[in-house]
């Protein structure tokens, strides 16, 4: 899978993905994920999502990273906000008041370019990409995961050999494998899906949501 797929779904206006409201499950957790105020959030694969609006009016500095020049366009546009245009890096970046779109490729996101973070959302961006994309996914998120840093993982499950991704089917094991050694990983809630596409009407999608602390592992003596 290359940019021109998620280049062509946009222009095609196939963003299914997209809501007009915010995550349910970003709010249930948000009392854990961000207990406080003046964070700086890192959205991966970020699309337009209202989120963004969501995580600056909760009282954080919001960035996030989108390959499609349109959907940063339309986020602003539907915000009611005008953005200012920058060139950072290889990024081209929209920002309004505490949010910031950088218009590139995330496998490219070196932390010299975006600086530290306190948050991470992925909401649809590691269950976006297929395994091998998956793999440098993780090895780029670790790189912004210093110690303390929070991650709320969002993934889900499913018979991949009956229904092609995206969304894709992440397990435990590769949650585990991806962010267990040097984190803490908690499982903080199981749930059947919501909202998925008529194609897996005939299938069972079990959510998980992952709240990854970057750190040491805990002494649990
Ligand atoms: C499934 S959508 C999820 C969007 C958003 N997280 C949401 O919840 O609405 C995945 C998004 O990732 C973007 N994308 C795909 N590959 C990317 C990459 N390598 N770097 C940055 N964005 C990418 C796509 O254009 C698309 O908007």
Request: proline share 7%; charged share 15%; aromatic share 8%.
């Amino acid at each position: 899978m290359d940019g021109s797929f998620w280049r062509q779904r946009w222009a095609d206006g196939r963003i299914g993905f997209h809501a007009a409201a915010a995550n349910h499950h970003l709010l249930a957790h948000a009392d854990r994920f961000l207990p406080e105020t003046g964070g700086r959030v890192l959205v991966p694969l970020c699309g337009k999502t209202v989120d963004l609006t969501w995580l600056s009016e909760r009282g954080h500095d919001v960035v996030g990273v989108e390959l499609v020049e349109s959907a940063a366009v339309a986020y602003f546009a539907e915000a009611g906000h005008v953005p200012t245009v920058a060139d950072i890096g290889p990024y081209t970046a929209y920002s309004h008041g505490r949010v910031t779109i950088l218009v590139g490729d995330f496998l490219a996101l070196t932390p010299a370019i975006l600086g530290p973070v306190t948050h991470i959302y992925d909401r649809a961006a590691m269950i976006a990409l297929p395994p091998a994309m998956r793999v440098r996914f993780v090895e780029v998120m670790r790189q912004h995961m210093t110690p303390g840093v929070t991650l709320l993982l969002l993934t889900m499950t499913y018979d991949q050999a009956a229904l092609p991704g995206p969304p894709h089917s992440v397990d435990t094991a590769e949650v585990m494998l991806g962010y267990a050694d040097g984190c803490t990983v908690e499982l903080l809630a199981q749930g059947d899906a919501e909202s998925m596409p008529p194609r897996f009407a005939a299938h069972t999608v079990t959510t998980s949501d992952w709240l990854v602390t970057a750190g040491p592992a805990r002494d649990l003596r």
